[in-house]
């Protein structure tokens, strides 16, 4: 990452403490957000989301392509596994589940790692199942 990313994401991920408990990783290539309430409808409240860094964030946006999103394993939403949750997946390690993005609207001079948060936790309010 060249240093005007490493003062975006740093001050985006100050800002993201804010709301919530955050671990990174030393490098800045991974993101642990702990505590994510749930919407309803799944078996549980609370969860814990791990997001991969892209490069060049954040002219890229975190959860897609090899800067996948991850959830933690077991999440049922009303008893059923949504379709874009895969436990069982190559880059799953283990306790984690991929949160499947194809695409995200992302404007790199607006969004940042809490409007990504948010936008998460609306697509779990009704996932496909």
């Known amino acids: 990452m060249g240093l005007c990313n490493n003062t975006i994401l740093l001050r985006d991920l100050k800002e993201l403490s804010i709301v919530c ?5 030393r490098d800045l290539r991974t993101v ?8 309803p409808g799944w078996n549980r409240t609370h ?3 791990r997001i991969q860094i892209p ?3 954040p002219l890229s946006p975190p959860g897609v392509s090899s800067s996948p999103i991850f959830l933690e394993t077991g999440l049922r939403y009303h008893g ?3 379709r874009d949750y895969h436990k069982n997946c190559t ?5 984690w589940a991929w949160l499947c993005y194809e695409s995200i609207d992302w404007a790199p001079n607006r969004d940042n790692l809490i409007s990504l ?7 779990l309010t009704n996932p496909r199942l």
């Open 55 to 57: 490069e060049d964030y």
């Open 80 to 82: 059923q596994v949504p």
């Open 91 to 95: 880059v799953a390690e283990e306790g």
């Open 47 to 49: 969860t814990r989301m």
């Open 21 to 25: 408990k955050v671990l990174a990783s």
């Open 32 to 39: 642990i957000v702990e505590d994510v309430r749930l919407p």
């Open 117 to 123: 948060l948010e936008r998460v936790r609306a697509d």
